[in-house]
Structures are given as C-alpha cells and as structure tokens.
Nanobody, 126 residues
Framework: QVQVAESGGGSVQAGESLRLSCTAS????????MGWFRQAPGKEREGVSC????????YYVDSVKGRFTISRDSAKNTLYLQMDSLKPEDTAMYYC???????????????????WGQGTQVTVSS
C-alpha cells in the first residue's frame, strides 16, 4: 500500500522560513519524480515545484523561484521543500505527490500524478 505523508507546515510571519517534508512508502521512491502543489481557499490547485527521480532536474512556478528549493533524499524516501522569504500569498495547503516524470510543460498538471498526500497547512501573516 502506497502512503505519502507531508509534515512541517505551520504559521509564520512574512519573511520567515519553513521546511516541508514528505515521506513516501510502498513505492520505489527512486523510480518516481516528486512534486509539490498548493491550494489556497477558493483557488485552484497550483503546481509549485517538481524534482526528477535523480534529483538532477527541478522545476518551479515563477512565483517561488529564488525563494523555494526542492530536494530529495533517496536513503530516507523523503522529499523536501525549503521555503524562504515567505509571503502572505504563499498561504495554502501544501501537497506532495509522485509522478513518473517531470518536464517543464507538464510538472504542474495534477492529473499526471499518481499518489498524493493529505497535505500540510502553511499560513504566512504580514
């Protein structure tokens, strides 16, 4: 049984940092690219970032480039999202998900992703 679980969310002030973690079990972690999505109340789910199975290729939505960093640790079957210089508009539920491959035109297409976690809430106040 595949299980994906996010952690690390919380409430912070603008300009502060958070690191989200996502552990995956029951799937060959090294065979999957991994992505982060977010969804704010009343808005559609947005693809934030994706990392290839090797960790060599990453993609980011423009609004987080230079502030967020995605990484993975295959030894721990864990995906990370380091979020720096947080802004109130980053407030959302953050989800991680597994996908066969990342590519620039498709990393944000949520139907491509096979396995999803339940999400972790990030709230940034001004």
């Amino acid at each position: 049984q595949v299980q994906v679980a996010e952690s690390g969310g919380g409430s912070v002030q603008a300009g502060e940092s958070l690191r989200l973690s996502c552990t995956a079990s029951g799937l060959p972690f090294d065979d999957y690219a991994m992505g982060w999505f977010r969804q704010a109340p009343g808005k559609e789910r947005e693809g934030v970032s994706c990392i290839s199975w090797s960790g060599e290729t990453t993609y980011y939505v423009d609004s987080v480039k230079g502030r967020f960093t995605i990484s993975r640790d295959s030894a721990k079957n864990t995906l990370y999202l380091q979020m720096d210089s947080l802004k109130p508009e980053d407030t959302a539920m953050y989800y991680c998900a597994a996908v066969t491959t990342c590519y620039s035109g498709g990393y944000s297409q949520s139907p491509r992703y096979n396995y999803w976690g339940q999400g972790t809430q990030v709230t940034v106040s001004s």
